[in-house]
Nanobody, 121 residues
């Protein structure tokens, strides 16, 4: 099957860390830009990070810049989102998705199922 499977979500205290994983099957993530998104209850989906398929560039939304890091392990066909210094406002369902490039306006071809991140004391 062609799919993205996320893992690594859970409950963490403010100031803590989590690492989310997005594993691909049926296609190679090396050929795609990978974006991370999140959606909190009552809010619109927010794009928070992207990893380029070509030149290794990475991009971050202001809301997560300096705290989150996107990375790839192409040998494992997996992308990661390291989340540090987590805040309650980071609570959301997190999704990964794949498309032709970070700076492209094309639609995302593949989406993960989402994983819940809850930041609470």
């Amino acid at each position: 099957q062609v799919q993205l499977v996320e893992s690594g979500g859970g409950l963490v205290q403010p100031g803590g860390s989590l690492r989310l994983s997005c594993a691909a099957s049926g296609f190679s993530l090396a050929d795609y830009a990978i974006g991370w998104f999140r959606q909190a209850p009552g809010k619109e989906r927010e794009g928070i990070s992207c990893s380029s398929d070509s030149d290794g560039s990475t991009y971050y939304a202001d809301s997560v810049k300096g705290r989150f890091t996107i990375s790839r392990d192409n040998a494992k066909n997996t992308v990661y989102l390291q989340m540090n210094s987590l805040k309650p406002e980071d609570t959301a369902v997190y999704y990964c998705a794949a498309r032709g490039g970070c700076l492209s306006n094309s639609k995302y071809d593949y989406w993960g199922q989402g994983t819940q991140v809850t930041v609470s004391s």
